[in-house]
T-cell receptor, first 117, second 114 residues
Framework: AQKITQTQPGMFVQEKEAVTLDCTYD???????LFWYKQPSSGEMIFLIY??????QNATEGRYSLNFQKARKSANLVISASQLGDSAMYFC??????????????FGSGTRLSIRP | EPEVTQTPSHQVTQMGQEVILRCVPI?????FYWYRQILGQKVEFLVS????????KSEIFDDQFSVERPDGSNFTLKIRSTKLEDSAMYFC????????????FGEGSWLTVV
């Protein structure tokens, strides 16, 4: 069964607009971590933002924020004031058992974001 | 800012040959990982490594694959007898203890098997 679901295979957004990338997850663990990574066309995987399952506030990192709705098991990424350089593939990921450092991250299928000038 | 480094960035190899992909994790990290991404597909977990042994491996990580930490800094992935379907981007990653336990990825090694 899919543990991380990203329902938007591709999105087009006008430059300077805000964009929300959807992510839902499935876990029976009480303790887990949620991540977003950016993969530009050059291929590297860039960490963007993290949200722990026990964090009461939504995570923010510059123009990135994570809209965490625990009851709905969603962890949407919001990018404010989008820039051309935001065009990339975006992956939502989850690590179960937050206290276990060795546990793996599992990825969603990704959303390809394209910013229009 | 510390980063995970991988070599080579791109390797072309003949089917049946052995390949070693090298990684230098972030220096104070204790947990190491290899992931694979076939072109256009999702990122797949291969193996995690801690305290000089495999912590977990996926069903992809069969006898064709092995990992090693030959010294205090390098972490390698060996692929024996490569097949066409091994063509993919291979990512090394590392993490440490602490809040978030973020896993940081290297820039990847693109393997092409011909």
């Amino acid at each position: 069964a899919q543990k991380i679901t990203q329902t938007q295979p591709g999105m087009f957004v006008q430059e300077k607009e805000a964009v929300t990338l959807d992510c839902t997850y499935d876990t029976s663990d009480q303790s887990y971590g949620l991540f977003w990574y950016k993969q530009p066309s050059s291929g590297e995987m860039i960490f963007l933002i993290y949200q722990g399952s026990y964090d009461e506030q939504n995570a923010t990192e510059g123009r990135y924020s994570l809209n965490f709705q625990k009851a709905r098991k969603s962890a949407n990424l919001v990018i404010s004031a989008s820039q051309l350089g935001d065009s990339a593939m975006y992956f939502c990921a989850m690590r179960e058992g937050e206290s276990s450092s060795a546990s793996k991250i599992i990825f969603g299928s990704g959303t390809r974001l394209s910013i229009r000038p | 800012e510390p980063e995970v480094t991988q070599t080579p960035s791109h390797q072309v190899t003949q089917m049946g040959q052995e390949v070693i992909l090298r990684c230098v994790p972030i220096s104070n990290h204790l947990y190491f990982y290899w992931y694979r991404q076939i072109l256009g597909q999702k990122v797949e977990f291969l193996v995690s490594f801690y305290n000089n042994e495999i912590s977990e491996k996926s069903e992809i990580f069969d006898d064709q694959f092995s990992v090693e930490r030959p010294d205090g800094s390098n972490f390698t992935l060996k692929i024996r007898s490569t097949k066409l379907e091994d063509s993919a981007m291979y990512f090394c990653a590392s993490s440490n203890t602490g809040p978030g336990n973020t896993i940081y990825f290297g820039e990847g090694s693109w393997l092409t098997v011909v």
